[in-house]
């Protein structure tokens, strides 16, 4: 097996023309980055940063989330599966695992104000959440368009006492939002952090986002042992940046383990329909935001992408993970949006969990794989719960009572 680095090496994953990463930023942002760099090989190994977040990581975020053995999906799928449901932990899913980590870091950075975008919502939920625990001023960006499809995730970061930036520039997404978060933050880094949201951007975010992800796996360390017996066969994520996943693999990158990443194949193969990065062939090499990676293109712009999840509709993967599939360390497939559904009702049915639609894409793939293999240990991980969807999956599911209950809710407030 060849060598694989736990940290960006010179900033990048992997070697040559072949290396994923690096730090292309305007001159504007320089000193900014330069500050993170800093405070991430400073303050963030430091014993007692590393203690403060370990109280907030059990008292606050409620960790460590427990590795559930999914007993009866199992006899059905003659696999032994076993689930890590981060949907336990605070704001619902893993995304505070890196926003409490940030947020705190930019309070010991002595930093008065926090930035963030979000596309879904789940990131800037996080963000906001983590801000009203730690006394900071927060700023959310988010594209106008996400803002009116994720109502329930702007009004709950507004409840936590953030203020929502509308973006009106572009697609009014997630990349403009990210667009506008930057150029805010190269003429506010004084005061101001800005809170990246998954293992992606320039050096050192996906060094930092994957080392506070990492909680994850080194969670799973204790639990196999005490759990299963012996390692388990394989482990599968679902990947949209890919936070999730790498947090969840980082530990065990040195062992045998077969690791598979779950991208959203959403309801076909032409550009436009789904957020196939590593396995599409209209995905290829690019510096964008910050990193080199691989992202769905078309005409050297961002493709638009489709996922009947919100959170894994990125056209872009984290450098390490793109660097991972490269040296064919992490396999990839990807589950389209029909299978999606179909795995959140069976272990909704079969185990009592409904996990977030993100995570389900991960379901659908051990679903997929247990067609053809048994009797092997798998660990799945379900990067959230499901509660945040429903907007989206009760229109699929029970469309009609789903729209009675619409109308009920608009008759109500209309009499008031
Ligand atoms: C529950 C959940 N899982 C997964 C993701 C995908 O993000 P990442 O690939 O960074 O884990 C998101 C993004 O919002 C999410 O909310």
């Given at each position: 097996m060849q060598k694989i680095f736990q940290k960006s090496k010179n900033r990048f994953?992997?070697?040559?023309?072949?290396a994923y990463g690096g730090q292309y930023i305007p001159e504007i942002l320089r000193p900014a980055l330069k500050e993170v760099e800093k405070a991430y090989k400073?303050?963030?190994?430091?014993q007692a940063f590393q203690n403060e977040l370990k109280e907030l990581q059990e008292h606050f975020i409620s960790r460590p989330t427990p590795l559930i053995y999914a007993k009866n999906a199992s006899k059905i799928l003659n696999n032994e599966i076993y689930l890590k449901f981060e949907g336990l932990a605070n704001t619902g899913a893993h995304k505070i695992n890196n926003a409490i980590g940030q947020v705190l870091l930019a309070k010991k950075m002595g930093k008065k104000k926090i930035i963030a975008e979000t596309g879904a919502g789940q990131h800037g939920l996080a963000t906001a959440c983590a801000c009203a625990k730690l006394e900071m001023e927060c700023e959310i960006f988010m594209g106008s368009i996400d803002m009116a499809r994720q109502k329930p995730n702007v009004f709950n970061m507004e409840l936590f006492g953030a203020k929502v930036r509308s973006v009106e520039s572009g697609s009014k997404t997630l990349k403009d939002a990210v667009n506008e978060a930057l150029r805010v933050w190269s003429a506010e880094s004084k005061d101001t952090f800005y809170v990246l949201g998954?293992?992606?951007?320039?050096?050192p975010y996906p060094d930092l986002v994957r080392d506070l992800q990492s909680i994850i796996s080194k969670e799973l360390q204790i639990q196999i042992k005490s759990?299963?017996?012996?390692?388990?066969?394989i482990m599968i994520a679902c990947v949209g940046g890919g936070s999730n996943a790498i947090g969840f693999f980082n530990e065990f990158l040195q062992s045998n383990i077969k690791m598979i990443a779950v991208e959203a194949g959403g309801?076909?193969?032409?550009?436009?329909?789904h957020a196939k990065r590593i396995k599409s062939k209209n995905a290829t090499k690019a510096i964008a935001q910050g990193y080199k990676s691989i992202f769905l293109q078309k005409n050297a712009q961002i493709a638009k992408t489709h996922s009947i999840s919100a959170g894994l509709d990125y056209a872009g993967i984290g450098p390490q993970l793109a660097h991972l599939a490269q040296i064919g360390r992490i396999e990839f497939m990807s589950a389209r949006d029909s299978e999606v559904l179909e795995a959140l009702k069976f272990f909704a049915k079969t185990e009592g969990i409904i996990a977030a639609l993100e995570s389900c894409h991960a379901l659908a793939g051990v679903i997929a794989i247990s067609k053809n293999i048994q009797n092997k240990k798998i660990i799945v991980n379900v990067s959230g719960r499901g509660d945040k969807d429903i907007f989206i999956t009760a229109k699929h599911i029970a469309p009609h009572a789903w729209l009675d209950f619409l109308k009920s809710e608009i008759a109500q407030i209309k009499g008031k």
């Open positions: 994953f992997g070697q040559g023309e072949e400073e303050i963030f190994p430091s998954s293992a992606l951007g320039p050096y759990q299963l017996d012996g390692l388990p066969d309801i076909g193969d032409e550009l436009g329909e």
